[in-house]
């Protein structure tokens, strides 16, 4: 565990996960992901997984100008010689889990129960095109909303602030993910929260009117801009 905190910043990991669709076929999806910032580095679905299929997936996700290090993956029997051999090629160093011990790639498998529960749990997937086009929105709303305790409530990919247009602005949710989500802009959250905690903490909820005509007042308290999921504001792990 102190090997990870302490090299983190040149960790990533890889993993693969099946998905079923509509037709009872079943899609592998690759991916690579860093310990650092959570980010997926670069992902894929096929229906065939071979060795040389990784190795291209390899290629595509480790540049040879990567500052990654240090490359972690279970003993799958896909990940073979000619994948270690690649391995190694990059740059990094392979690191192989225990035998039936997920637990020590545990940043991969936590990315794929998100992408389970968020994502996967409510879709129904036709082929590899659209399960590939499911999986694209889901990582660029992975990394622009969704936030994360391990990054003090940030997301993978950093979120600017959306200035305040003024009490008579509306906040604006974004859909993603055909609705699943709803982003509203960073800094709305926060702002309508300290204007609903100052209206119901000065003393004006004695009346019910005055509580309602306050509460709508801090609704309409900014206006969209960059991202921020208020739905995510008590953060991931």
Not at 2 to 28: C, E, G, K, S, W
Not at 46 to 54: E, L, M
Not at 180 to 207: K, M, N, Y
Request: with cysteine.
């Amino acid at each position: 565990m102190q090997f990870l905190r302490n090299h983190r910043d040149a960790i990533a990991a890889m993993d693969f996960f099946t998905v079923p669709t509509a037709t009872f076929r079943i899609l592998y999806v690759w991916f690579a992901i860093d310990h650092a910032k959570r980010r997926v580095l670069h992902f894929d679905v096929t229906d065939r997984p071979a060795a040389a299929w990784v190795v291209q997936q390899l290629r595509e996700a480790f540049p040879h100008d990567s500052a990654m290090r240090h490359l972690i993956f279970d003993r799958d029997a896909i990940f073979s010689d000619r994948v270690l051999t690649t391995v190694n090629a990059l740059g990094l160093r392979p690191a192989r889990t225990a035998f039936r011990s997920p637990w020590q790639n545990g940043i991969a498998e936590r990315w794929v129960g998100s992408v389970r529960r968020e994502l996967l749990d409510h879709s129904v997937v036709f082929n590899e095109r659209h399960l590939r086009r499911l999986l694209g929105e889901y990582v660029a709303y992975y990394h622009q909303d969704r936030t994360h305790y391990a990054l003090e409530k940030e997301t993978p990919g950093g979120r600017l602030p959306s200035p305040s247009q003024g009490a008579g602005a509306a906040i604006v949710a974004r859909r993603r993910l055909g609705g699943l989500h709803h982003p509203v802009p960073l800094g709305c959250a926060e702002e309508w929260a300290d204007r609903f905690w100052r209206a119901t903490t000065s003393g004006t909820t004695g009346s019910p009117g005055t509580s309602k005509r306050s509460n709508t007042s801090a609704n309409r308290s900014c206006a969209s801009g960059a991202s921020g999921s208020v739905a995510a504001r008590s953060g991931h792990a």
